[in-house]
């Protein structure tokens, strides 16, 4: 190994930017990820390698671009070029609808282009690092080191390795701190981010929130600091001092300034003896104590030019958003919490897109995407309208999420001949005490009388959704689940007979930052192993019910970075340096190399899994928000303790605080677009009420 | 009503292979509102078929596809229609009509010609002689995925026409269809060396 370094370190040319490879750190010599990756080639050497190499990789077409609606603007004379990047493969990411909505914003702008990139597969990774290709954009196939932003989307957390992965693969050092002036600012936004901590030391500036605005105000600041491409090309000055360096903290400390843009190297954060936090704060003047969430008050006209791509890709349809945020406050749900409050585009405006949407595309299936479609206000209509709309054609149409309970038949029948898939329902908990806990309150009897109607209308198979691991479950809870299952597929039998099919999807649940069960304790592996043992035993029998489970080692790695704080950051750093990659794939993660790694950084995985935390736990987020109180999380919190339930908050608001926050939003935007109930304020109830009863002195007495 | 449809197939859709091809014209029928023709049943299939599948890494100019729809419609502008709508390197080239119970397209191609481009500098007196050599033999036993075949009859013409371009035209009869990685392997130039190009598919009139 050492010999191949040697060799090629030989051959490097004389100013010509490398990216250094040979990382010897506090402990150890990595020994992967040695291969020389120059950070520049133009276009035209990168396509010329691609063509030698891409026969021998599988799926060639993720890599090659030249998709139908992509936008190809004039690299020279564009100001602020922006790449997107979502860091898992193109077949998952292509489809992606946040990035679709950025990559849209910011292209309508004269000034400014937005380019895609995906993780490239194993395969194609250990070509391109053998032949010294560096990361490159789709569409114009400039290496990502040359853009002046790059912008990733973490939905979700085991893309973190994946991550740094790319930036190394693009010849951009992994940390923030070792970037000078002539490397992009790497910017970071998506629902993981709500605990931006364990990404702080790679990630220039998280976008906390929703983007469509901030991604312009981000853009702007960069365009009036950032040096004008060829001046900023100059070889890495490593001089802390320099001019080059304090260019680029210059330009963050702008950003940070913006609000809702989080930049975690101004901050500072202090931990107990007992290694819980003590506080963080703002180490400058300009930034904030608290980043509190971004949101737009009326979502902006969905994306209708949807990139089609060449090649068969995991979701081949276009997405229409119909509402954002979720009035059902179940307690274990993250993007219920985080992304408050619900905002409902119009029937009208969800149909023209959709018409637009398929006729610019041509895709064979439509989704209509929120995360409870049976709670959006004109949902008979809309489904009745999309299936006159598209009558004669071979479109399918699918409606996630929806309550268990016969409208959401009728809705489904509706769509019945172009229907997705089965008929899927969440039900999450099996017992009545485990659904009062969690907040998803269903009696066992509506799910019987809904399944089986759903059979008796010609479904043979049902999809049900539960989680384990919820606080305080027991086996009897997890028993109820089999129970459960038997029964409903005993009354499809009854119905249908034998052709009655059940799928049964158990996850793991994971509590999350900013949501009430953010201070429970995770199930121990033995606990999570028995839950599943039980499952398997009970319902590997009947060959018509399909068990999936998903891998408690995954579960884990998701625990450990939900509720991780900044010292998590060595341990992906080191994940990542032991090839832990690709984190949701089987092909690529090494949980071997996360136990290790929180070894060598003398960190307890248990810390940040199983343990309660303490009441007064200062959490390594809380100098973030989703407007969504502490204290109301904790009030909900205490709730689930006594199984008291809060019902929809659409009919009762419960004060959780977006509404102070964004009164003064709320007020420039009136009506029926925000599904918040009318509530006055305390202090106006107490001006109403005085003024009643003419306790107010009156002008004159 | 049939239509048969001649395009071309570069760039970047080079490396979209034969599947996904099919799906592409699905949409791209969508997206001009054709009156497709679809299978009866739960997984209705649209009626369309092409002529013989071009290996994935190789551009062509003459790609041909049929497809069936519902109804009659006027072919004027159509291929403006769908030219207007599709991804970079595919450009339709011809569009007409051939009658309904004319005989499946895929059992009328008796052969297919390429065109070989080497990127990289080859001994051409070298490579000339390799040609003759394989043109003279009698046949050529090679195998490919754990089945031993004879390349030799498949070949129908092998030439070298400049220093760096070589042009064949090889066999595409259903079951007999000949490749020309098959052949360039013979030919000791490894396939990354080559930008291979189908230039016309040869039907039985």
């Given amino acids: 190994m050492y010999l191949s370094i040697q060799k090629h370190l030989t051959g490097l040319k004389t100013g010509q930017i490398y990216h250094s490879v040979v990382i010897v750190e506090r402990h150890s010599i990595y020994l992967t990820n040695l291969v020389i990756i120059p950070a520049m080639m133009n276009p035209e050497q990168i396509e010329k390698e691609l063509d030698r190499i891409l026969l021998k990789v599988q799926k060639p077409g993720r890599y090659v671009g030249g998709e139908l609606n992509i936008t190809q603007k004039d690299w020279d004379t564009v100001k602020t070029k922006v790449a997107l990047v979502f860091p898992d493969i193109y077949d998952i990411g292509v489809s992606n609808v946040g990035l679709k ?467 998590m950051a060595e341990v992906v750093y080191s994940a990542w340096r032991k090839g832990s990659k690709f984190d949701a794939w089987q092909e690529g993660k090494k949980y071997d190399a996360w136990m290790e790694a929180f070894e060598e950084h003398g960190l307890d995985p248990l810390f940040y899994t199983h343990r309660q935390r303490r009441t007064d736990e200062v959490f390594p987020w809380e100098h973030i928000t989703a407007a969504v109180r502490k204290n109301f999380l904790f009030q909900d919190f205490r709730m689930s303790l006594e199984g008291e339930i809060r019902v929809d908050c659409r009919l009762n608001c419960f004060a959780c605080g977006i509404l102070p926050t964004f009164a003064g939003m709320r007020r420039e935007n009136p009506g029926e677009g925000w599904k918040c109930p009318d509530v006055k304020s305390p202090a106006q109830k107490k001006v109403t009420a005085a003024v009643n009863n003419h306790e107010l002195p009156v002008v004159g007495d | 009503m049939r239509i048969r449809i001649t395009f071309s197939k570069q760039d970047a859709l080079r490396y979209t292979g034969h599947l996904d091809l099919h799906k592409l014209w699905e949409r791209a029928a969508r997206r001009a509102e054709l009156p497709l023709a679809y299978s009866q049943g739960f997984h209705p299939q649209p009626k369309m078929n092409m002529a013989a599948a071009l290996p994935l890494g190789f551009s062509s100019r003459c790609e041909v596809l049929d497809m069936k729809l519902e109804r009659d419609i006027p072919l004027e502008g159509l291929k403006e229609k769908l030219n207007a709508t599709m991804p970079s390197g595919l450009r339709v080239q011809l569009i007409e009509e051939v009658d309904e119970r004319a005989p499946a397209l895929q059992t009328q191609v008796v052969s297919a010609e390429y065109e070989v481009i080497l990127t990289e500098a080859v001994d051409g007196s070298k490579l000339k002689r390799r040609i003759d050599s394989v043109m003279e033999s009698e046949s050529l036993l090679r195998i490919r995925r754990n089945k031993e075949y004879d390349l030799r009859p498949l070949i129908e013409g092998l030439e070298m026409q400049s220093e760096n371009k070589i042009s064949m035209r090889l066999s595409a009869r259903e079951g007999a269809t000949g490749r020309p990685d098959e052949v360039l392997d013979v030919l000791g130039i490894p396939v990354e060396d080559a930008r291979v190009e189908r230039t016309a598919l040869n039907f039985t009139s």
């Avoid at chain 1, 990774?125 to 912008?151: T, V």
């Avoid at chain 1, 949407?357 to 049976?374: H, P, Q, R, V």
């Fill in chain 1, 101 to 567: 909505i950025l990559y849209d914003q910011i292209n309508q702008r004269e000034d400014a282009l937005a380019e895609r990139a995906y993780a490239p597969w194993l395969d194609m990774e250990d070509l391109m690092r053998e032949r010294g290709i560096p990361l490159y954009a789709l569409e114009s196939k400039q290496p990502l080191a040359c853009f002046d932003l790059i912008g990733f989307t973490l939905p979700y957390e085991t893309l973190y390795t994946n991550a740094l992965n790319i930036l190394d693969l693009s010849g951009i050092p992994v940390r923030s701190e070792d970037r000078d002036a002539s490397h992009p600012i790497i910017i970071a936004g998506g629902h993981s981010t709500m605990n931006p901590e364990p990404m702080h030391a790679f990630i220039d500036a998280f976008v906390i929130g929703e983007g469509e605005e901030v991604i312009h105000d981000i853009i702007n600041v960069i365009m009036s600091l950032r040096a004008p491409k060829g001046q900023s090309n100059l070889p890495a000055d490593e001089g802390i001092a320099s001019p080059a360096r304090r260019g680029r903290n210059d330009i963050l400390r702008e950003l940070a300034k913006i609000p809702g843009v989080y930049v975690p190297r101004f901050y500072e954060a202090y931990y107990l003896e007992d290694g819980t936090v003590s506080h963080i704060e703002p180490t400058v003047e300009d930034a904030p104590a608290v980043i509190t969430k971004r949101i737009v008050p009326k979502l902006p006209p969905p994306p209708t030019k949807f990139i089609v791509p060449n090649v068969d890709i995991v979701h081949n349809r276009v997405s229409v958003e119909i509402m954002r945020g979720c009035t059902r406050g179940c307690r274990f749900c993250h993007a219920g919490m985080i992304t408050r409050p619900v905002r409902e585009r119009s029937v009208d405006e969800v149909l023209e897109a959709a018409e637009k949407a398929i006729k610019n595309s041509g895709f064979e299936e439509l989704a209509l995407l929120s995360l409870s479609s049976s709670d959006y206000t004109n949902v008979l209509e809309l489904v009745t309208k999309v299936g006159e709309k598209f009558s004669g054609t071979h479109l399918k149409v699918s409606l996630p999420s929806l309550r268990i309970e016969s409208v959401s038949i009728d809705l489904m029948e509706k769509l019945k001949d172009r229907r997705a898939g089965g008929f899927t329902l969440a039900p999450e908990a099996a017992t009545e005490r485990m659904r009062r806990i969690i907040n998803k309150y269903i009696p066992d009897e509506d799910i019987i009388n809904t399944t089986r109607e759903i059979y008796r209308r010609g479904w043979s198979t049902i999809k049900l959704y539960f989680m384990i691991g919820h606080p305080s479950e027991t086996l009897e809870d997890v028993q109820a689940i089999a129970d459960l299952c038997k029964r409903v597929l005993a009354e499809g039998r009854k119905v249908i007979g034998w052709k009655a099919k059940l799928h049964a999807g158990v996850s793991t649940f994971v509590p999350k930052s900013q949501t009430p069960f953010q201070w429970v304790s995770c199930d121990t592996p033995e606990q999570i192993k028995a839950k599943q043992e039980l499952l398997k035993r009970e319902l590997y029998r009947d060959k018509n019910i399909k068990l999936s489970l998903t891998d408690a080692e995954d579960s884990f790695l998701e625990a450990w970075l939900s509720r991780g704080d900044r010292r």
